[in-house]
């Protein structure tokens, strides 16, 4: 199967032949997969070197000039590092951009904790305005990343190599997966693989979306009208990242909620593989299991 990844580097560099706007901004990160780009392109292929903040400064400035930016790097690389100029240069100056993150919370773990970016959407809730797609298959990374190159808006794309079994559409708002009546589990991304081998016995409503921002409050209000307001949000990255949204969305409704994700209350910063830091995280099927069904009351 081709990768989240590759899916991308391909889908950008056509759209750099067609789309005389489009400007790629790097930092090292990736620049060996747009050499072809590159010779045809290399006034909009920009390689700043190890300077993740210039790179973001680089991409404000292009939009600035009426060119639509698309920046790439590892998560905490693209967000993290350069978060003031995210603030600052994209943000305050109103001007949008394309950022799109590969490595997910914990795709890369033999390269240490440094690698490692569970907090990038729970940072990117302080600054308004943001879209944030979270795929959970490669084959849904092409509609989501041609919608935001024509756009004008900000737009983070996070990649993974965690993967679901299937792609689903990519509409906005969530997407019924399996009816229930106990309660709504909530899945983002390559979380719905986990959540429906732990769901499969389990009389709930699973619902699926790659669009986590803006958070569909709606299609969660019907869902819990059609189940129970009990709701398990599980997200690829810091626990709890959307209880906030669920909860405006309930403000009315007496309810109760479960946030699961990457756990707050140490760092993981073993190496080990991805599969080890799902489990570590309580997000692998078994644990997921245990967990919903005794928040749903066994």
Known sequence: MITMRETFTEITSAALDEDERLAVVLADISADRFTGAAVRHPHRVLNVGIREQAMIGVAGGLA???????????????????????KLDLNHQGVGAVLVGTGASYDYPSAGRT?????DVALLDT?????VHVPGHPDEVPPLLRSALRGDDLVYLRLSD??????LG??????????????????VGPMLRPVLAATALLDVTVLYTPTIRPFDGAGLRAAVHDAAPEVVLVEPYLSGTSSAQVG???????????????RRDRELRAYGTSDEHEAAHGLGPAALAGTIGAFLGG
């Open 64 to 86: 600035l000039t009426g060119m639509r930016p698309i920046v790439h790097t590892i998560v905490p690389f693209l967000v993290e590092r350069p978060f003031e100029q995210l």
């Open 115 to 119: 690698h490692m970016g569970p907090g």
């Open 127 to 131: 600054l308004p305005g943001w879209t």
């Open 162 to 167: 965690r993967v679901n079994d299937a792609a």
């Open 170 to 187: 990519v509409g906005p708002g969530w997407q019924r997966v399996r009816r229930g009546g106990r309660g709504v589990v909530l899945a």
């Open 248 to 262: 405006e969305a309930l403000a009315d409704l007496p309810h109760r909620i479960r946030a699961l994700g990457v």
